[in-house]
């Protein structure tokens, strides 16, 4: 081949591969990594959520856009609650992978305190369908330096499409104020997870005039569990959560599509995996084809995005991380079933 005709050869394979002023383009397709508790206690949650993020990416046509994207499905749990060893894995196995986009886990918060500082270290955006422990996203009693601990590249990398935990215990606090309570005890087992559900509700109850203890004597009182996260007052109990009834979300066709697709009805987590692939997706969309900047431009497309007409409803993601639905179920618990009673947002 003579000279000239090689040249130009390498040239347009050159161009092929690069993009304006010889960046790097993306190699699609690219990856989304789901890690949830696929085994284990936790197994049927993780499941409901895996598989909700699967719909979500089928009903996209494997796409952002006009990028391809794949999914990787990984147990963090391994028979256990969660697995120590198996998130660490998995949370590396994303971060080295060049083609990896995002992150989406764990279900549980403590896993998740676990997984975030190795993707954020990496620069990789993760968004966990269930994790609302306050500490991810804010500073929190009994979590010293949160969320900074977490964030060994100074630039948060988490986000989650669950209400965080102050959002649960407000909407306590405002249902005991409802019920005509005018005092409370919140009740805890010492761990630092129950010690700051009972500082959170604390603080809201008495943003909403509710004396809280030691003394309540001669008062209407309400006794809150920060263990169970469930209130007694008037000889019944109640309790409010961020474990969606999935027939009472805005989205309704959601529950048709999970029932037919696999066969059986969505659990509570399954909304939050189909909106947390549904909020990447969005992401990598904007994020456009130059691969020295395209794991930040997902992870910049996820803070500060708006989401309207979703399964959830309508909703933004804060910049640092959390999401402004309040997808909070009130129930009646009757022995060991809860009933559903609605799902109204707390007033702010």
């Known amino acids: 081949m003579p000279r000239l005709a090689l040249a130009a050869l390498l040239l347009a394979v050159a161009v092929a591969g690069c993009g304006i002023a010889g960046q790097a ?14 085994t284990g206690p936790h197994g049927p949650e993780g499941r409901d959520a895996a598989d909700g993020a699967r719909l979500a990416l089928e009903q996209a046509q494997g796409k952002a856009g006009s990028i ?20 660490g894995a998995n949370a590396r196995q994303a971060v080295q992978d060049s083609s990896a986009a995002a992150y989406i886990g764990e279900l549980d918060s403590e896993p998740t305190r676990a997984s975030v500082p190795i993707t954020n270290d990496a620069g990789l955006v993760q968004v ?18 949160s969320p900074d601990r977490y964030r060994p590249s100074g630039t948060p990398n988490f986000a989650r499409t669950v209400p965080a935990d102050t959002v649960v215990a407000d909407a306590a606090a405002n249902w005991v104020s409802e019920l005509g309570a005018t005092a409370a005890l919140a009740g805890s087992d010492g761990s630092a997870f129950a010690n700051l559900a ?26 809150y569990s920060a263990v169970d996260e469930d209130f007694t007052f008037g000889g019944q109990t109640y309790a409010v959560s961020a474990e969606l009834d999935p027939s009472r979300l805005p989205g309704r066709d959601f529950v048709a599509h ?23 997706l969005q992401a990598i969309d904007g994020a456009g084809t130059d691969a020295s900047s395209f794991r930040d431009n997902v992870r910049n497309g996820v803070f500060g995005a708006q989401r309207d007409g979703t399964v959830l409803g309508s909703y933004s993601i804060t910049t640092e991380g ?3 639905e309040c997808a909070i179920q009130r129930y009646r618990i009757d022995g060991r079933a ?9 007033p702010h």
Do not use: M, N
């Not at 966990?128 to 929190?140: F, R």
């Not at 809860?338 to 707390?346: D, E, F, H, S, V």
């Open 258 to 280: 999970f029932q037919h697709r696999f066969h059986r009805a969505p659990g509570p987590y399954a909304a939050y995996g189909y909106e947390a692939i549904g909020l990447v």
């Open 322 to 324: 959390d999401t402004t």
């Open 25 to 38: 383009k993306i190699e699609a397709p690219v990856k989304v990594y789901v890690s949830l508790p696929l």
């Open 128 to 145: 966990s369908p269930g994790a609302g422990g306050v500490d991810l996203t804010q500073p929190a009693t009994g979590y010293p330096d």
């Open 338 to 346: 809860r009933i559903p009673l609605g799902a109204p947002c707390p």
């Open 68 to 87: 391809q994207v794949r999914a990787t499905y990984l147990d963090d749990a391994k028979g256990k609650v969660w697995d120590p060893v198996a998130v």
């Open 198 to 223: 009972a500082a959170e509700f604390r603080a809201a109850a008495g943003e909403h005039g509710i004396q809280i203890g030691p003394t309540v004597h001669g008062r209407k009182v309400a006794l």
